[in-house]
């Protein structure tokens, strides 16, 4: 089965979009696979409220498998299946706790093996000097999901005030790369990326 990754930098809101998306999609009760380095399978079942609670934090970092949902989406002729994955945040140069870079190394390992890439960005901090914050990671990450093809970018939490100087902002950075304003909190843009999801799986 063909893969959709989440990607970006720790906090900008990727398991949050990653469950609001799949219970946008159907999904009531998700089936959560976890991938640690080692490469075994764990496989559990939440339902949406309890994931929330669970996986979506404020500090960064809370992400550190690789999460996967199975996911059927429409398509031309009927619905394809599909994994979504939920990556841990990447961030510039080498971090110093080792489970950190374990799980950045995986979710390096993961993209390299995915066929639709969504590159999540913080529309509310493009500027800022914070975690979540625009950095090199993201024109390193940019660059190779245009090389690789089936790449665009999430602008997200698009619901807060600054987030529409920030997408501004993304726009003229990356001219080339179709952009997806979105808010995960809000459900807004999900129709957008359900089609580019579709068009490209
Ligand atoms: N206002 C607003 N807040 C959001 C939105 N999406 C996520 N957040 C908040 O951003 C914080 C981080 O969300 P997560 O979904 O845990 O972020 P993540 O990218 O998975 O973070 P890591 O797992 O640490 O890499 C949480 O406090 C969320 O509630 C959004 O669309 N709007
Ligand atoms: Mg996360």
Known sequence: MECCILMGKPNVGKTSFFLSFAS??????????????????????????????????????????????????????????LKLLDTGGLTDGIHNDPQVRKSMALTIKNIDN???????????????????????IDDQLNKYGKLKGKYCILANKMDLNNSQEGLKHLMKKFPDTYIIPVSALKKMGFKEVKMFVGRNI
């Open 24 to 81: 946008y999609l159907g999904v009531s009760k998700c089936q959560l696979c976890f991938r640690g380095l080692d490469g075994e399978l764990q496989r559990q079942s939440y339902g949406m409220d309890i994931a929330k609670k669970y996986f979506i934090s404020n500090s960064p970092f809370k992400t550190k498998d690789i999460c996967e949902i199975q996911l059927s989406i429409p398509i031309y002729k009927g619905t394809q299946e």
């Open 114 to 136: 995915a066929k639709v890439l969504l590159h999540m960005i913080d529309a509310s901090n493009v500027s800022t000097n914070q975690i979540n914050s625009l950095s090199l």
